[in-house]
């Protein structure tokens, strides 16, 4: 009997033994998972703060940037540009089918509840341009009248063009090609970029034998080089960058849109509108624009004519130039542009130059005086004395 009890009372003890043991276990076990639970949510954590303490530090050092700046810096600091959105044109594949191209238009984008538009123009009867809100809402719109349009009219969205830029100063010693600049100057300066920079074009100024690039780059290319002080490195060396809007008039007749293979127009003065050579003209007071002069001429405009033809701020033709193809342009900020574009000599024998020359000369004879003032021996103590 005692036997019996005894044995009882040992396996009443190894289950509350392994009753325990599996309790302790499940425990241990729950707080491990609880405690991965916590070693990932203050991970999420530090990731978060983290990603504060940066946001801080970039509103602190532009907040001691605002700081450090002048009246004059703020007032003189270059605004961004709105990032330009693409146009959708629409036009009637054919313009005798009788087909109302602006009622059905107006038509369908009143039923079509989630095109947003900006500004609607309806240029003829065969032609209408759409402008949106942002690119987005562009491109929803292309793919929507293409699916109600297409039998009928062609949809095409505006091509924006990309900002051209020239690098000068560049001495191709080791005569590298366009591919390999194009991977010199991608590597050197855009390596962070998804996006790289093309070049387009090279030539050799027969002067100098210095090699210019004409580059096409991205908007953000195109900030981060007005940011670096319009210089990027092309092999070892750090050239200088300009904006190359490639809109100089033809030497010979002074138009836009051409050049010498492809004109047919008498020869023109492009500084007093005369059929003479531009570079033998000396008629100081008789400035004329060729291109104004037309423009009142032709369409009966009030333009002032009293200028050369490549006056960037002066010559009304050539300012509407500029804006159309600025427009047409994904710029960031404002193009730096030239006040005469192109590489014509036009103010040669004209009062610009003598003026240039008087204040040449002016400033060489304030130097020639001092140095005459400078090279006067001082009398020494000995010379007092005598």
């Known amino acids: ?125 065969s032609e209408v341009i759409i402008s949106c809100m942002n690119e987005a809402s562009a491109i929803d719109t292309e793919k929507s009248l293409t699916k109600k349009l297409s039998n009928t009219c062609t949809i095409e969205k505006e091509e924006v063009k990309k900002p051209r830029l020239k690098v000068v100063g560049f001495d191709n010693y080791e005569q590298m090609d366009i591919k390999t600049i194009e991977e010199d100057i991608n590597t050197r300066n855009f390596k962070k970029f998804e996006s790289k920079c093309t070049v387009v074009h090279t030539y050799v100024n027969k002067k100098t034998k210095v090699q210019s690039v004409i580059l096409e780059v991205t908007a953000e290319i195109y900030k981060h080089i007005r940011e670096s002080k319009n210089r990027i490195f092309v092999g070892y060396q750090n050239c200088r960058v300009y904006d190359d809007l490639n809109l100089q008039p033809y030497f010979n007749c002074g138009r836009f849109g051409h050049n010498g293979n492809k004109c047919f127009n008498e020869k023109v003065c492009l500084k007093c509108a005369g059929s003479h050579n531009s570079v033998y003209c000396n008629r100081i007071n008789e400035m004329c624009c060729v291109n104004c002069l037309y423009g009142n001429n032709t369409y009966k405009i009030q333009y002032d004519t009293k200028h050369v033809t490549n006056d960037s701020q002066h010559c009304q033709v050539l300012i509407n130039r500029i804006n159309k193809y600025i427009a047409i342009t994904d710029y960031p900020l404002t193009p730096v542009i030239q006040r005469y574009i192109g590489k014509i000599d036009i103010y040669k024998n004209t009062g610009a130059e003598s003026t240039n020359a008087r204040q040449k000369s002016q400033s060489m004879t304030s130097l020639s005086l001092r140095s005459s003032i400078l090279s006067i021996p001082r009398k020494t103590d000995d010379a007092k004395k005598r």
Do not use: C, W
């Open 1 to 125: 009997m005692i036997n019996e009890i005894r044995e009882m009372v040992l396996n009443e003890l190894e289950e509350d033994n392994t009753s325990s043991a599996s309790q302790q276990d499940e425990d241990e076990a729950k707080d491990i998972h609880n405690l991965k639970k916590e070693n990932k949510l203050l991970k999420l954590l530090n990731i978060e703060l983290q990603d504060k303490n940066s946001l801080l530090k970039e509103h602190l050092n532009h907040v001691k940037q605002v700081k450090n700046k002048s009246f004059s810096q703020v007032l003189t600091d270059e605004i961004p540009k709105q990032k330009r959105i693409p146009k959708i044109i629409i036009k009637n594949k054919n313009r005798d089918d009788g087909n109302d191209l602006k009622r059905n238009v107006t038509h369908y984008l009143n039923k079509e509840k989630s095109i947003q538009t900006k500004k609607v123009i309806f240029k003829n009867d």
